[in-house]
């Protein structure tokens, strides 16, 4: 497994601006991922933080809205800009490590509240 | 494409009752299915995976699924519930090295 940390852990942000969240892993993953959990509902894949190139994004996620950066095997940030109320959410970040790349890993999450 | 379905979004059981939650999934390839549970305030943590082999997966804190092909099942059980086992829990599907893809989850109350 991986431990996964996460920055901040908790926000509460205003309207129209932008905040970006860490994830850190004690280990070199091969895949990073973002998913985003609304209010009292499921995780949805944001996207797969791709190292040293552009993320990939799921359908309904674009770049400008959620800018996604992998410098490395071990870290991995994503964006949330020009915020509204809708982006409240928990982000979680996500990880596959090593050789188990049938099991994904999760951190702690974020919780954004967007006033 | 892959989906998963779970079945009742809130499952109340009494203390020392059996724990059945339900899953179906739907996928074009082998599956590879996973429960994992969420604590209030926290992250998600595996509690069991199926990936090949033995259909019947042991996991922590006394819970076991079973991998059902015919019924494109992978329902989980526990014997006997404990107070701490109230949390929300989800059923996720993948092909093995692909993201996972969640059902809405199901929240278990347990009752004392």
């Known amino acids: 497994s991986a431990v996964i940390s996460q920055k901040p852990s908790r926000d509460i942000c205003q309207r129209g601006t932008s905040l970006t969240i860490q994830c850190q892993v004690d280990?070199?993953?091969?895949?990073m991922f973002w998913y985003r959990q609304q209010p009292g509902q499921s995780l949805t894949l944001i996207a797969t933080?791709?190292?040293?190139?552009?993320?990939?994004?799921e359908s309904g996620f674009v770049i400008d809205k959620f800018p996604i950066s992998r410098p490395n095997l071990t870290f991995s940030t994503l964006t949330v800009s020009n915020m509204s109320p809708e982006d409240s959410s928990i982000y979680l970040c996500?990880?596959?490590?090593?050789?188990?790349?049938?099991?994904?890993?999760f951190g702690p999450g974020t919780r954004l509240t967007v006033l | 494409a892959q989906s998963v379905t779970q079945l009742g979004s809130h499952v109340s059981v009494s203390e020392g009752a059996l724990v059945l939650l339900r899953c179906n999934y739907s996928?074009?390839?082998?599956?590879?299915l996973f429960w994992y549970v969420q604590y209030p305030n926290q992250g998600l943590q595996l509690l069991l995976k199926?990936?090949?082999?033995?259909?019947l997966v042991k996991g922590i804190n006394g819970f076991e699924a079973e991998f059902k092909k015919s019924e494109t099942s992978f329902h989980l059980t526990k014997p006997s519930a404990h107070m701490s086992d109230a949390a929300e829990y989800f059923c996720a599907v993948s092909s093995g090295n692909t993201p996972l893809v969640f059902g809405k989850g199901t929240r278990l109350s347990v009752i004392a």
């Open positions: 996500s990880v596959m490590v090593g050789s188990s790349t049938d099991t994904q890993y």
């Open positions: 280990s070199q993953v091969t895949m």
């Open positions: 933080a791709n190292q040293g190139s552009e993320a990939t994004y």
């Open positions: 199926y990936t090949t082999g033995a259909t």
């Open positions: 996928s074009s390839v082998p599956p590879y």
